[in-house]
């Protein structure tokens, strides 16, 4: 059976535990899901929130909401995370909207700023391992 323990060593300091652990332990996973790269993008595959970071930020939670829906698990299920941002200086509006998805069983996470995203108008891409 599955056990997942989600913890920081009371040496290190967390300044974000809001959104995230510095570690997540499994033990004994039953299956391992890795998700592509989401995009904010719809159903159709058109963009949405076009200038808006916060938006956009959901519409990528959305999407692995569907993608772990479809492999028969949850947002719950997510053990690591990495976002990719075209502007970190908009940090706050990601942690805001990340913040209505995740607020229970945190995962590790790791935030870095890029160039460019696979499409002009895309400013964030999350990128998740996830354990059932």
């Known amino acids: 059976m599955t056990k997942i323990t989600r913890g920081d060593p009371p040496a290190l300091q967390n300044v974000r535990k809001s959104i995230y652990h510095h570690y997540v332990r ?3 996973p039953g299956s391992l899901i890795f998700l592509s790269g989401q995009l904010a993008r ?3 595959g058109k963009l949405v929130g076009a200038g808006d970071m916060a938006e956009q930020t959901r519409q990528c939670i959305r999407n692995m909401q569907t993608v ?3 492999a028969g698990g ?3 299920d997510i053990v690591s995370i990495v976002v990719y941002t ?3 200086r908009q940090f706050k509006e990601i942690v805001a909207a ?3 998805f995740f607020v229970r069983d945190l995962p590790t996470s790791t935030i ?6 696979a499409d002009p108008g895309l ?5 998740a391992t996830a354990v059932l």
Do not use: K, M
Not at 112 to 117: A, F, G, I, Y
């Open 26 to 28: 499994v033990d004994q």
């Open 42 to 44: 719809d159903a159709d």
């Open 68 to 70: 772990l829906e479809e």
């Open 74 to 76: 949850s947002l719950s």
């Open 86 to 88: 075209t502007d970190i």
């Open 98 to 100: 990340r913040t209505e």
């Open 112 to 117: 870095v700023e890029v160039n460019h995203l």
């Open 123 to 127: 400013l964030i891409e999350f990128q």
